[in-house]
């Protein structure tokens, strides 16, 4: 049984961004594959030892299964993708495709869209980063003109990442070509992505309830 693990409870609102946690990668992910999981929480608000033993910069998700311990979301789903053709099919040139552009969504997109986000994002009118993102918006434009899907022309674990970053982007506010658009959409529509999206919803409302009793 793997489990994966998320905060105890974070804040909702404007403040909090919920339905945008990275556990939500991994839920996705698991609900695809149709692989066995639970979910566990560790304490948001008071991080200890047991917590940065397990994710030494004390942030979520992170996933056990059975004695192995992994952290970094990206590193998790490739991790689950050796479980499921579902999430990366076997052939090489495919698996070798998955891998790129799981790497580039991450090293490539949100290696820019992160510290764009913290510098203000959309809000910020002269944010230094705009331009970047923008081109790199862009090349994945381009990419997408004529494909379905990121990679290996099936729906992999290289969608889940790329789709989510992208949304993620989204939700700061920088205005999705409509090609981007279409894909995140397409992506998003799956039931895997709409259980994971609110089954993590659904888990922090119930901390805060728990918190107001
Ligand atoms: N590169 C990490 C980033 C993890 C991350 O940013 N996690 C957020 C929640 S989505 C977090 O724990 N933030 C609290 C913090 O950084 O202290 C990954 O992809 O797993």
């Not at 970047?132 to 899907?149: A, T």
């Amino acid at each position: 049984m793997l489990t994966i693990w998320t905060y105890d409870w974070i804040p909702g609102g404007d403040k909090g961004p919920r339905g945008f946690v990275r556990d939500l990668r991994l839920r996705w992910a698991c609900e695809e594959a149709k692989l066995d999981y639970v979910v566990k929480s560790t304490s948001f608000e008071d991080r200890g030892p047991d917590h940065f033993k397990r994710q030494p910069f004390g942030q979520i998700p992170f996933l056990e299964d059975g004695g192995i311990t992994i952290f970094e979301s990206g590193a998790c789903l490739l991790y689950l993708a050796n479980k499921s053709e579902v999430l990366m099919p076997r052939d090489k040139a495919d698996a070798a495709e998955t891998l790129q552009w799981t790497v580039a969504a991450l090293n490539s997109f949100e290696m820019i869209s992160v510290p764009w986000f913290f510098l203000g994002g959309s809000k910020k009118p002269d944010n230094p980063l705009s331009d970047w993102l923008e081109k790199r918006l862009g090349h994945i434009e381009g990419v997408l003109q004529d494909r379905e899907w990121i990679a290996a022309a099936q729906f992999t674990v290289a969608d889940i990442i790329m789709a989510d970053v992208l949304r993620q982007t989204r939700a700061a506010g920088m205005p999705l070509r409509p090609i981007i658009q279409d894909y995140v959409h397409r992506i998003c529509a799956r039931p895997a992505f709409e259980k994971a999206y609110a089954d993590q919803v659904a888990h922090f409302t119930a901390a805060d309830k728990a918190r107001s009793s």
